[in-house]
């Protein structure tokens, strides 16, 4: 259940309308979400539920079907193998290897794009890379606040 709610929040940040001089300081929500399942939740994450997922992520931002899962499933690699060593630090080292981890993503999927004819720009990915790893915070404890909630409600059945 804590996934399908924190899923669908995603979903409802991605799908949100912003205003356009924001562009370039949103975050890639999809990203954190991953981020938070490898990080936080790692026994509980399923890669195949995370490929299923990834295709309205696809979706919402144009992108070829199965790119995002790609992304995700590499960021849930990558953060699983670092997540007990990432754990332990304060939130501005989790933001730093958050970044640096995101880097990487977001030069995978600026290779995908390109090999697959979309002419994507770097700078963008690196923007959202870098405010990704700034809003991390917060949506980390919004999502733990909601895996909280949705933890109680399950005590009281």
């Keep these: 259940m804590t996934f399908g709610l924190t899923w669908l929040l995603t979903l409802l940040l991605i799908a949100f309308p912003y205003p356009s001089f924001l562009s370039l300081a949103l975050p890639h929500f999809g990203y954190l979400f991953v981020t938070w399942w490898g990080l936080m939740r790692n026994h509980q994450l399923s890669m195949t539920l995370l490929l299923v997922s990834s295709l309205p992520v696809d979706v919402l931002y144009g992108t070829a079907l199965g790119l995002h899962g790609l992304i ?86």
């Design 72 to 157: 995700f499933a590499s960021i849930a690699y990558a953060l699983t193998l670092l997540g007990p060593s990432i754990r332990q630090v304060n939130w501005l080292r989790q933001s730093t290897v958050i970044f640096v981890v995101l880097m990487i993503a977001s030069a995978v999927s600026y290779w995908v794009r390109t090999l697959t004819g979309q002419a994507p720009e770097f700078h963008i990915l690196v923007f959202q890379a870098f405010s990704s790893a700034l809003f991390w915070s917060p949506l980390c404890w919004l999502y733990d606040l909601l895996a909280q909630f949705t933890q109680d409600s399950e005590a009281q059945r």
